[in-house]
């Protein structure tokens, strides 16, 4: 313990003897917007297949337009590849729709059951072939996680949050961060986490304690202190309140969400390169929510601004601090992997980006 405290605190003071680099991102929405109209337009004319080339359309020009040290990011992964990932997991899917079909009290079990158990391997392989899709400065990435490993992170911890009614949610998190980091490498060299359960059962009891007081008084109320009034009944009360507990999840979902990411990049480092991460829930909020009015009153078309939008934020709030030159860092072997799991995380709406 003394050890990785130690190892924290001199980090901390490199940061300001270091040299700073700041993430950039140069793309523009009217680009993306040129790009985002003919994927969808080509997708639509061939039936989907086109969609595998869209993905790395947009996967070249998201990362094309990310600079550190004004240097581009690069993105590797070809479309036969994705393509292939993306059809086995679609018959996966088109299995369980034509056996729903047929025996619909049984399908979603067995396919639950499926889907839980090719968790881990889905997550290992997705982390796998994005990482090593990926390079800086000629240099790729990779992800060193096994799916032994991720049995425990992702079938064991969950039955535990099940069992303790959610209240090891925040710890579930922090392990399964732990792993993820921890296992990401860039050439040769490994990044290492720092942090401990504490700030993430701390950033999630804040997060999470305060929408629910507010759910709990506003059913004490429409209980007990409005049983009726100008007309509204308890159970249009009730209403209301759970109404308002949903509007204002996006609100706790935005400090959680910024809170983490600044936790996570703070207290990880690679080599000499230690990251500060400066992200607002307030300014979060408001991307949120202006992204949500533009997009629903343009009937989607302000989708491509949407997400330039983002990860212009997200670049302005992190920069790296090195005691040694980037491009020292010496490129390591990664092995190729499939897409299949990148694909089954897709097609079942799974999210495994860290922040």
Known sequence: MRMKNWIVQM?????????????????????????WIVNIAFTLLTLGIYSAWAKVRTKHWFYGH????????????????????????????GGYSLSARYSPATAFPIMAILL????PWIIVTSLKFNAHNSSY????FGF????????????????????????????MVYRQTQFITSHYQYGQTSVQFNSTAKPFWIIYMVGLIL????????????????????GISKIEYQGIGVFCFYLFLPLFGSYIGSRTANLIYNNSHLGSVSFESSQ??????????????????????????????????RANHLQLHSTERLENFTAGVSEAVAATGVEMADTFGLDIALV
Not at 66 to 93: C, E, M, S
Not at 137 to 140: E, K, L, M, S, Y
Not at 216 to 230: D, E, F, R
Request: glycine share 6%; hydrophobic share 50%.
């Open 66 to 93: 990310t600079l550190l040290d004004n240097q581009r990011f690069a993105y590797h992964a070809k479309p036969l590849q994705i393509l292939k990932g993306r059809i086995i997991a679609l018959v996966f899917f």
């Open 211 to 230: 929408p629910i007081i507010s759910l709990i008084i506003g059913m004490i109320l429409a209980l007990h202190l409005a049983p009726s009034v100008n």
């Open 144 to 171: 060193t996680g096994r799916v032994g490993e991720a049995i425990t992170y992702y079938m064991w911890l969950p039955l535990l949050v099940v069992f303790t009614a959610g209240l090891a949610y925040p710890y």
């Open 137 to 140: 400065r000629g240099i790729r």
């Open 280 to 313: 607002r829930a307030r300014d979060l909020i408001w991307l949120y929510v202006s992204n949500f009015i533009l997009i629903v009153i343009t009937w989607g078309l302000f989708i491509p601004w949407a997400k330039v939008r983002m990860m212009k934020y």
């Open 116 to 119: 839980f158990t090719a968790m």
């Open 11 to 35: 980090y901390t003071e490199n940061r300001y003897s270091a040299q700073r680099y700041p993430m950039q991102f140069t793309g523009t929405g009217s680009e993306y917007f040129r790009i």
